[in-house]
Nanobody, 123 residues
Framework: QVQLVESGGGSVQAGGSLRLSCTVS????????MAWFRQAPGKEREFVAA????????YYVDSVKGRFTISRDNAENTVYLQMNSLKPEDTAVYYC????????????????WGQGTQVTVSS
């Protein structure tokens, strides 16, 4: 059974930074494409960033390009999301996801999900 556990969420003022972590257990982490999604109240779950098994091809939604960085450490079975220059519109529950289909932006293309971590950005 694959388990994903996120950590690192919290409350921060606009312009601040947070680093999210997601640790995977249960299967070979390096086989997965890893991604971060987010969901704000009343909105659909939104793709944020994804990274291939090798870490060579990060992909971002336009709204976070230049501010967020996704990375992974296969030795530690962990994927990270460094979030800088945070804005109030970044407020959401952030979820990590694991999949096999390559870099993808739709939630149904990922097989495993974490429980989510809250990120709140105040103005």
């Amino acid at each position: 059974q694959v388990q994903l556990v996120e950590s690192g969420g919290g409350s921060v003022q606009a312009g601040g930074s947070l680093r999210l972590s997601c640790t995977v257990s249960g299967r070979t982490f390096s086989n997965y494409v890893m991604a971060w999604f987010r969901q704000a109240p009343g909105k659909e779950r939104e793709f944020v960033a994804a990274i291939s098994w090798s870490g060579d091809n990060p992909y971002y939604v336009d709204s976070v390009k230049g501010r967020f960085t996704i990375s992974r450490d296969n030795a530690e079975n962990t994927v990270y999301l460094q979030m800088n220059s945070l804005k109030p519109e970044d407020t959401a529950v952030y979820y990590c996801a694991a999949g096999f289909r390559g870099i993808a932006t739709m939630p149904w293309e990922y097989h495993y999900w974490g429980q989510g971590t809250q990120v709140t950005v105040s103005s």
